[in-house]
């Protein structure tokens, strides 16, 4: 798979054809590098991107060997061992009046058995994720990648250090 | 309490070759202690002819998928027939699946649980284990999702020696439980489940026991599709005989034994392969939840309850490839049918891994093994008590593997392999079920509907989710022909199958859509109907990196209706509810109207005129909704997947009709979605702020009963999530609710 290629498939514009043999296709284990310099070459910071997190969301390591997850946006979330949401911000739709605004009242949950949590970033605005869980559920800590196992053991090389 | 023993220690019988049960406990020590099948750590076949080893596999995976095929053309039920209610299997003496056919592949894992229960219950002694014999086994107990799917094994033999099994199952229209169906809703005991077979021997010499055919005929509402599912099953199972005789007869029976082993460890190997391949080490966690409100329906009084399942997971990937998930703090066995055994829990679990991991390569029972898992025992997944009702698992089941494809799909994303990613998927729900006569008084219908396997899939990561083509249980989902289930359902007609708008979970790819088919009662006696699923809460959990979960269930039927008259006066009739706040049913139908905002539905009569709305899943979304291309939401109005209000409220995109085009109005857009980003920020709070106040609903008891109970429940289970939910929210270790 070439850059443009992959930049096409992140951004949702393989044609069909071409995306089927992607999907049936054998996984190259270049991609992860590949993967890397398209979307290093997309943000505007510095700071080298260690893993890929989510939609707009990056672990990078930044100049003194820090990990921290930064958005696409420049907002830096902190240290990667704590999860990102609790430097978010956040919006919950606990009552019928706040569901009602995106879901027909026949289509909504019972915000007494659940709510819906919404986790901007302060910097875009940009909507990361969405819980759907009972009032008073501990915030998901969704994904805390072991990145030293990962390039070591899966990549066979070291983690960069800046 | 009590539990139906699965000790390895019954003394094997006497003879000079070892018995299976010092087989499969020399083939489960040998795993221990090499991590391998069978102590294979070298592929010695492939390696010395590979193509030999693949034209073999070839041929048995061939020989698996025809049977399922062919079968069902023998005999079988119209439920079987229509949409392929029905898988084949082939396994080691041990009870380890080798090669299996499309279809409800769910149950490959099951049946290789009921194997093995035989093998640790000496059944080679008593009622023994000789070539011709035919066994049946359904008991959810052993390791089957639920009574209505039924098994058919048979021990496959070479010159006197067991050398494997054959297995089929295939999911019956009725199973006799308290209410006519196969997924029951308001059984709370076993006695309740309907018609149980656990493993017993039902034929010899090739033929089923006369005793055994007139007991099972008299078990079900329905005994002609019975026979007819029990003769395709035994069918599959005899081609998949055949198969394995013949490659028996071309490669040697040495060959063959090995080949068995191999393809199992192999199926080990690709699995952890995979992993390092896909996914990055570490720890993801997500939770999902269903409910069951039961408090004013239950029939039981112990069923009157409010209940929220609780399904955290916990998916834990190693240094090496190494896959554990745990369900760890899962809620309580129910008085209701959705408790499931760890066997359906495993052949879930399987199942999706077949989809999404190893959907090419060999795909078998070697993934199995490398699949780490805890479902708590005394929970909900692993409930270790064969009194509870295990009538309707899917219930639980379904959406608790939500997480799974979420959990995976963000190892996908971090790899950059966007086009694996799958945010989850609708629930396979709304079973409308039932039955009643005709107008004769004498002719039974059941209603047994399964056009539910055929719901929205979630997002992918690079394009929306299927619409109204997805089952997480059969890879090959089908909705099957209205007019074949017309025929079954002979008291039930169709008005309408179409989509439903607004079903489909919102994000910059939106989820498959759900869809509606409006049904009509007509030339009936008599008729009780019922179904359900997800209402206050939403389906699983929520979709992904800021997708939404799509919409949850309401109901809808309407009794004493003037269709009749409708008709009669050439009038409009109605064909659905596009918008259940301006709803085409009220509009053109006069009638006494029942709508609740819940799933659940106990039986209820129904009589001639009536209506009643099936209502299918959707699937949930991927990303901001306000990132989705204007285009593709005008596309969708156009399509009605969703309503042009909600183009609006939810995606931040306005459109107007122009001619038989959709268009988009790009600056009203422009302002609609800058005002929409302008509310997140002068609305959304600190998390400091959002922490303190979800704090105080636990502290200060603003919990509802069931959020309450489902805590309770899951900190009593579990010391280690009670643990985890007090610290995070800095309670002391004597808190309790």
Not at chain 1, 41 to 65: C, M, N, Q, W
Not at chain 2, 173 to 184: F, K, L, S
Request: glycine share 10%; charged share 20%; net charge negative.
């Amino acid at each position: 798979m070439d850059q443009a290629t992959l930049a096409d498939l992140i951004d949702g514009k393989l044609p069909w054809h071409q995306l089927k043999e992607v999907l049936s296709g054998n996984k190259d284990i270049a991609r992860f590098d590949l993967y890397i310099e398209v979307l290093q070459s997309r943000v505007s910071f510095k700071e080298t991107i260690l893993l890929p997190l989510g939609e707009h969301l990056y672990v990078v390591v930044d100049a003194s060997g820090r990990r921290i997850v930064k958005c696409d946006c420049g907002y830096e979330f902190g240290p990667v061992e704590r999860n990102w949401k609790c430097a978010s911000a956040v919006l919950v739709r606990d009552s019928d009046e706040l569901l009602e605004e995106i879901y027909d009242p026949w289509n909504r949950c019972d915000p007494s058995w659940e709510e819906l949590r919404e986790f901007y970033c302060p910097g875009c605005w940009s909507l990361l994720e969405v819980e759907a869980a009972p009032p008073g559920y501990p915030v998901m800590f969704d994904f805390q990648p072991d990145i030293d196992t990962f390039y070591q053991e899966y990549l066979g090389r070291p983690v960069p250090r800046s | 309490m009590t539990t139906i023993s699965t000790d390895l220690s019954q003394s094997p019988p006497a003879g000079n070759s070892p018995s299976l049960i010092e087989k499969m406990a020399l083939s489960k020590r040998q795993y221990e202690e090499t991590g391998h099948y069978k102590g294979i750590d070298q592929l010695r076949l492939k390696q010395t002819d590979h193509f030999r080893y693949e034209r073999v596999w070839a041929e048995l995976r061939g020989a698996l998928v025809s049977a399922r095929e062919t079968a069902l053309h023998i005999s079988a039920s119209p439920i079987v027939r229509n949409i392929g209610e029905l898988c084949f299997a082939l396994y080691t003496p041990e009870g380890d699946s080798v090669v299996v056919s499309t279809g409800i592949i769910t149950h490959v894992h099951t049946m290789s649980e009921g194997i093995k229960y035989m093998i640790s219950q000496a059944y080679e002694d008593s009622p023994g284990i000789k070539e011709g014999d035919i066994f049946c086994n359904n008991d959810p107990t052993l390791g089957n999702v639920h009574t209505t799917d039924v098994h058919t094994i048979i021990p496959l033999f070479y010159e006197g020696e067991l050398i494997g099994w054959a297995g089929g199952v295939a999911h019956q229209v009725d199973i006799g439980a308290g209410t006519p169906g196969h997924d029951p809703v308001a059984s709370a005991n076993r006695y309740e489940d309907g018609f149980y077979v656990t493993c017993e021997k039902v034929g010899s010499n090739h033929q089923l026991h006369k005793d055994w055919q007139i007991r099972a005929g008299l078990s079900t509402r329905t005994p002609v599709y019975w026979a007819l599912d029990e003769k395709c099953r035994i069918a599959g199972c005899y081609i998949v005989k055949e198969a394995l005789d013949r490659v028996i007869a071309s490669e040697g029976i040495d060959y063959v034994r090995q080949f068995m082993d191999e393809a199992v460890e192999e199926g080990r190997q690709i699995f952890l392969a995979r992993i390092k391949e896909r996914l990055v080490p570490g720890i993801y966690e997500t939770a999902s939840f269903f409910d069951a409100p039961y408090a004013d329906k239950a029939w039981h009084p112990e069923a009157r309850i409010d209940y929220l399942m609780h399904a955290p997971l916990t998916l834990t990937i190693g240094a090496g490839g190494q896959f554990h998930m745990s369900m760890d703090g899962a809620s309580a066995p129910v008085p209701m049918p959705f408790n499931a055994s760890e066997g359906s829990m495993q052949g879930a679990l399987w199942v999706l891994l077949t989809q999404t991991l190893i959907y090419d390569g060999k795909v078998n029972d070697g993934a199995y093994l490398a699949a780490g898992h805890n479902f708590p025992a005394g929970t909900w997944c692993n409930a270790q008590d064969h009194s509870l009702a295990y009538g309707s698992p899917w219930a639980f089941l379904i959406p608790s593997f939500t997480g799974l494809f979420r959990l995976l799909s963000r190892g996908y994303f971090a790899r950059g392999f966007r086009e694996e990613i799958v945010t989850g998927y609708g629930f396979t729900g709304d079973p409308l079920q039932g039955g009643g006569f005709l107008a004769d008084g004498k002719t039974y219908f059941p209603v047994s509907n399964f056009e539910l396997c055929a719901v929205g899939l979630g997002a992918r990561g690079t394009m929306d989710g299927l619409d109204a083509a997805y089952a997480m249980w059969n890879p090959e989902a089908d909705m099957g022909d209205a007019e074949v289930w017309e025929t079954i359902e002979s008291g039930l007609l169709y008005l309408s199958r179409r989509y439903k708008p607004d079903t489909a979970g919102y994000g910059r790819y939106r989820g498959g859509s759900g869809w509606e088919a409006l049904r009509y009662v007509h030339g009936v006696q008599a008729l009780q109907l019922y179904s359900f699923r997800e209402g206050r809460v939403f389906h699983g959990g929520a979709g992904l990196y800021g997708g939404y979960p799509n919409s949850a269930d309401y109901k809808v039927r309407v009794h004493n209706t003037n269709m009749a008259q409708l008709a009669a006066a050439r009038k409009p009739y109605p064909l659905g509810e596009a918008d259940p706040s301006d709803s085409e049913l009220e509009r053109l139908v006069q009638g006494e109207f029942l709508r609740t905002n819940e799933g659940m539905m106990f039986p209820e009569a129904f009589g001639d005129g009536d209506l009643f709305l099936s209502l299918f899943s959707g699937g949930p979304g991927y990303g901001d909704p306000l990132e989705r291309d204007p285009q593709s939401v005008a596309r969708d109005v156009l399509g009605h997947v969703y309503l042009p209000e909600t183009a609006e409220r939810a995606f931040g995109v306005v459109v107007r009709t122009s001619g038989d085009e959709m268009v988009v109005d790009e600056a009203a857009t422009k302002t609609a979605r800058e005002n929409l980003r302008l509310r997140r920020s002068a609305r959304a709070v600190s998390y400091e702020e959002f922490y303190a106040r979800e704090r105080e609903l636990i502290t200060t008891g603003q919990l509802s009963s069931p959020v309450r109970q489902m805590y309770q429940q899951s900190m009593h289970l579990s010391p280690s999530w009670a643990a985890k939910f007090k610290q995070f929210w800095n309670l002391p270790d004597t808190f309790s609710l």
